[in-house]
């Protein structure tokens, strides 16, 4: 089922720095225990849930939403190995957002630890919802807008008077505060006057801070806003006027067509729907596989199950736990379920059980309230199709599946009466996954009692410092938008949920970005100095120092176990491998043999990998390092080369003694080939130039200096400009790895300084060039003409006023500071007479 994200109920995760050095913003929250602990004792007792039994000891626990407790993980299958998983997949009507990421990136990373490290044998089986009523109203409403435009190519006179019909509806439904009969041409001044509160950030009232509530009312003053705007563009004319016109004009068209002739579409025609759900299940697809969510082995598509849908539903009637009604609706009975003993209604969020709201979300936008339901609790089974909505036969007429029952049909048809774990995002607890639970135990058993999932597995909410992202609001970041930007990548964005628990909401803050950057940068310069011991074997060890880390590195193997074992609890595991990179980076100032460096380094980049953070790669083969840490094969030689020249280079030019002849030694152990591959000609050009500088300078007995800089320019511009970096380090040889992000970060920063310095060296010229002009302008002024203005009247000999324009003498005071200016001008004048040659 879809993972429909909300923040309503927002749960804010704890956890402890992963690095000695950074500092971690993930807020502190009640855990869902505490927080369900405060919550309304549910009105029936629940029936104890059973753990399955088997021989073999459990190798962890895990947070259980049915019991809200860490229990055993025991599989059905009777050796221990095999696992069926079924969770929830998207509604296909929209591009996925970051919110989504949360959830299915997280569930890949349980997937990958279950099979990956504690090597149990998946089958993990996803569906798509591709009919709901979401999906009917989004497709009904594109088609008829695209059949809309098809037949009114230009901006008419009625397609601007059909337009302004619809804001006019929309405004009444969705802003009550302005004008029923508001012209396009007022909307601005109007809304910033009745909805200035909102605007402003406030409640709707102004007194408190704002919700859902005034979200939603900022979303319907932007899109009225844009249609207004359409409305009164000056020119409809031209291919790119209509196309705005329209653009702008969408979304208070959509609903209003749908008013207007949604029900009369010929809705036999599936392709109406499908062609919106194949479209963005393509694009889900795309999304989770650049964020190296792998594949479900198994995927169901509703749409595909309609026949055993239908036998599903008429099995829950025959059970005695469903019922018809005379619209050819079918609906759950909850109280006759509830009088079998062994059955509990709402075993997730008992609760919740009598929410109207959540109720009624559950229900659909397009389920209209039934008198015949024998409580407003029960829930459709089957909805009887109306005009416009696509339909299925059935024993009960046309209709289609109601929104719970299809999960259960699917994961029921592949993984049979039992599963071991369910799962989805927080917000499917009530009341999806609990009519879930309802009907399918009410399926498989008239006599109650039946369990039949195990381990419910409920991820976290995420936000971003605050705001709530959501389809229905339009205010989402989309997987897509984000890594395009380069916001994220797979890797940056998977640590983050690495970083938090999975089953808490996270919010995502500057200082958790910058968490997560760290740990990248802190995991990735671990691996350069590992991979570097290829070109540069540490020349000592000590036994001792080796006794040592091994030893840190049982423990954190042992505190990494622990961790996964408990609940899969990533940020104490990840806080393990940081940790060892510490301990490492102490020791190895002593002295690590290379083989226990790169014993530790192959346990890290598997267990890295295992979680998800290198693409494919395989967890097992031995390798060291995730991608982004090795320059380019073809690179290799030729660097390597240039950066050991450089070294001794270096070396000698700082002591003094960079002859003619050691240089020649020093190039002449390294001659690129004739005939490289097209890929390692620029690294190679790189080499032969940097030589051929080198010769240059000797011919002209250059200085030191001069070599000095011709190593730097190799390091800082020819290679870099290659996404190369040669790393100088303290009686080492440099260490040749990647331009990454945190090189770039540090550069930029670096150069910023440097600009900002230059510019304000650059001011200050300026100002001063500026001052020296007007300097010169002043001087060419005789002192005895400073002040003749109409400020004045009367003048000594000397040009100093002596009475101002109405005849009044001047001030002593004024006269006396007027004289020191007169001085100081008569100076100032007579020194640009001298460089005239005047006197």
């Not at 039946?450 to 339009?474: A, D, E, P, R, T």
């Not at 730097?712 to 009686?731: A, P, Q």
């Amino acid at each position: 089922m879809v993972f429909r994200f909300s923040l309503s109920r927002q749960l804010l995760c704890t956890a402890s720095p992963l690095l000695p050095s950074s500092r971690h913003s993930f807020k502190k929250a009640p855990v869902h225990s505490i927080w369900r602990a405060t919550m309304a004792t549910p009105a029936r007792t629940q029936p104890p849930w059973k753990q399955p039994e088997s021989s073999v000891p459990a190798k962890l626990k895990v947070w259980n939403s049915l019991t809200r407790t860490k229990n055993d993980f025991i599989p059905v299958d009777p050796e221990g190995k095999a696992v069926k998983w079924y969770s929830c997949g998207p509604t296909v009507y929209d591009d996925a957002h970051l919110g989504h990421a949360r959830n299915y990136v997280t569930i890949d990373i349980l997937r990958r630890i279950l099979a990956g490290y504690f090597g149990f044998d998946l089958k993990f089986v996803q569906n798509v919802t591709d009919v709901d009523d979401k999906i009917i109203l989004r497709g009904r409403q594109q088609h008829l807008l695209a059949e809309y435009k098809a037949k009114n190519p230009t901006i008419t006179g009625e397609v601007t008077d059909t337009t302004v019909k619809a804001f006019d509806a929309y405004i009444k439904k969705n802003l009550p505060l302005l004008s029923p009969d508001l012209k396009p041409e007022d909307f601005n001044k109007e809304s910033a006057e009745k909805y200035a509160a909102v605007i402003a950030g406030k409640s709707l009232d102004g007194t408190g801070p704002p919700t859902d509530k005034e979200a939603k009312i900022k979303m319907h003053l932007r899109t009225a806003g844009q249609a207004a705007t359409s409305l009164l563009a000056p020119s409809k004319e031209t291919p790119e006027d209509i196309a705005v016109f329209y653009a702008g004009a969408e979304d208070v068209l959509l609903p209003y067509l749908d008013l207007l002739y949604g029900s009369s579409i010929n809705a036999s025609d599936h392709s109406i729907f499908t062609k919106l759900t194949k479209k963005y299940e393509a694009r889900f697809n795309e999304d989770m596989r650049a964020l190296n969510v792998m594949d479900p082995d198994v995927v169901t598509r509703v749409t595909e199950f309609g026949p055993q849908i239908v036998n599903f539903v008429q099995k829950i009637v025959e059970n005695g736990y469903a019922y018809q009604t005379s619209d050819g609706s079918v609906y759950f009975d909850i109280e006759a379920f509830e009088n079998t003993p062994g059955n509990a209604y709402a075993r997730l969020e008992p609760w919740n059980r009598n929410d109207k709201d959540l109720q009624a979300d559950g229900e659909g936008a397009l389920t209209k309230k039934s008198a015949e339901k024998h409580s407003d609790s029960d829930f459709a089974l089957w909805k009887a199709s109306k005009p416009g909505e696509p339909a299925w036969q059935s024993p009960w007429g046309p209709g289609r599946p109601g929104w719970h029952i299809e999960c259960s049909v699917m994961a029921s048809s592949v993984l049979g009466e039992q599963m071991d774990i369910h799962s989805g995002g927080i917000d499917l607890c009530f009341p999806h996954h609990d009519n879930e639970l309802a009907q399918s135990e009410g399926y498989w058993t008239k006599a109650g009692g039946h369990q039949w999932v195990n381990y419910f597995l409920h991820m976290g909410h995420l936000s971003i410092s605050g705001s709530k992202m959501s389809k229905s609001l339009k205010n989402f970041t989309t997987i897509r938008e984000a890594l395009a930007r380069k916001d994220w990548t797979a890797r940056s964005l998977r640590i983050v949920f690495l970083l938090g628990p999975w089953h808490d909401s996270i919010e995502i803050t500057d200082d958790m970005r910058k968490a997560a950057s760290s740990f990248e940068s802190y995991i990735s310069n671990f691996f350069y100095k590992i991979l570097d011991l290829d070109v540069h074997p540490s020349t000592s060890s000590s036994e001792a120092e080796d006794k040592k880390m091994r030893q840190a590195f049982e423990s954190a193997k042992s505190k990494l176990h622990e961790a996964l074992a408990d609940s899969f609890d990533t940020p104490t595991a990840m806080r393990a491998i940081s940790g060892l990179i510490t301990d490492y980076n102490s020791a190895a100032k002593s002295g690590i043999s290379d083989d226990v460096s790169k014993e530790i380094a192959r346990w890290i980049t598997q267990i890295l990998r295992i979680f998800g953070c290198d693409g494919s790669a395989d967890p097992n083969d031995n390798g060291i390092g995730w991608s982004g840490v090795e320059i380019p094969a073809e690179a290799r030689e030729f660097v390597h080369a240039a950066s050991r020249e450089r070294d001794e280079i270096r070396q000698h030019a700082i002591a003094g003694d960079l002859s003619e002849e050691v240089l020649t030694s020093i190039i002449s152990k390294d001659k690129p080939a004739q005939l490289q591959d097209a890929t390692a000609v620029p690294y190679a050009e790189v080499l032969s130039t940097f030589q051929e500088n080198l010769k240059g300078l000797a011919e002209r007995k250059a200085p030191a200096k001069d070599f000095l800089a011709l190593c730097d320019r190799l390091r800082d511009l020819d290679l870099w400009d290659l996404g190369i970096y040669l790393e100088d380090r303290e009686n080492a040889p440099a260490m040749v790895r990647p331009v990454d992000a945190e090189l770039r970060a540090a550069r930029e920063q670096k150069e910023a300084i440097a600009r900002q310095k230059q510019e304000a060296k650059l001011r200050r010229e300026r100002e001063e060039a500026e001052k020296k002009v007007k300097l010169a302008e002043q001087a060419k002024i005789s002192p005895k003409d400073m002040f003749r203005t109409e400020e004045y009247s009367a003048w000594d000999d000397d040009g100093l006023p002596t009475k101002d324009k109405e005849g009044a003498d001047v001030a002593k005071g004024r006269t006396k500071k007027m004289k020191k200016e007169w001085e100081k001008q008569k100076k100032l004048h007579e020194e640009y007479l001298k460089g005239l040659g005047g006197s």
